[in-house]
């Protein structure tokens, strides 16, 4: 008996251990990425920190696989059709020079960004993809930035107010624009689905 008590005493004691370790999930983040080219670190950088503070984060495409613009290759959890982003904390979307050619006009995601905004979850975007906020029209009168590109910077002056700036927030809308500035980024959005 004695044999079979004391391994069971030492599993509950490590089991508990290893349960009072384990982090409480605060919510879901989905972010998106282009099938080509979307930029590596701005999926990865803002993705560890989702995670470090309690996200769980799951990765949305046009594709199952996706490859960045410096050779990351991603299996994503979700083609774009299959989310329901009711069910997400934020939507963030993530630049590239893939952006400009699989997201900027594609009516799934056009059509998720209005319906995050509308249910009052934080959305945001980075680099080039801001210009997705924009065609969505949820940057009508509101501040925003996306990267030093002059067709984006044009597209964004049409429907908002354009801040040549790092990292601006308006309301529940977080845009930012380069990846030197993914940390600021993520930091700021977590700010947001915390308010």
């Given at each position: 008996m004695k044999k079979i008590v004391l391994?069971?005493?030492?599993?509950?004691?490590?089991?508990?251990?290893c349960v009072s370790e384990k982090k409480e999930e605060k919510g879901k983040i989905l972010?998106?990425?282009?099938?080509?080219?979307?930029?590596?670190?701005?999926?990865?950088?803002?993705?560890?920190?989702?995670?470090?503070?309690?996200?769980?984060?799951?990765?949305?495409?046009?594709?199952?696989?996706?490859?960045?613009?410096?050779?990351?290759?991603?299996?994503v959890d979700y083609l774009l059709e299959d989310v329901d982003i009711s069910e997400y904390d934020a939507l963030v979307i993530v630049g590239?020079?893939?952006?400009?050619?699989?997201?900027?006009n594609n009516r799934k995601l056009i059509d998720m960004v209005k319906k995050a905004y509308n249910e009052d979850r934080v959305v945001a975007?980075?680099?080039?993809?801001p210009v997705v906020l924009a065609n969505s029209g949820i940057l009508k009168g509101k501040e925003a930035t996306v990267f030093p590109d002059p067709e984006a910077v044009s597209i964004l002056k049409k429907y908002a107010i354009y801040k040549n700036e790092n990292v601006v927030v308006s309301g529940r809308i977080v845009t930012a624009s380069s990846p030197k500035y993914a940390k600021n980024f993520a930091e700021s959005i977590l700010e947001k689905i915390s308010e």
């Open positions: 391994p069971l005493v030492v599993l509950l004691i490590l089991g508990t251990c972010m998106i990425i282009a099938p080509k080219d979307f930029r590596d670190e701005e999926l990865s950088v803002p993705e560890e920190i989702f995670e470090k503070n309690g996200y769980r984060v799951y990765i949305a495409s046009t594709e199952k696989e996706a490859t960045g613009m410096l050779g990351k290759r991603v299996s590239g020079s893939g952006s400009r050619y699989y997201l900027w975007a980075i680099c080039l993809s």
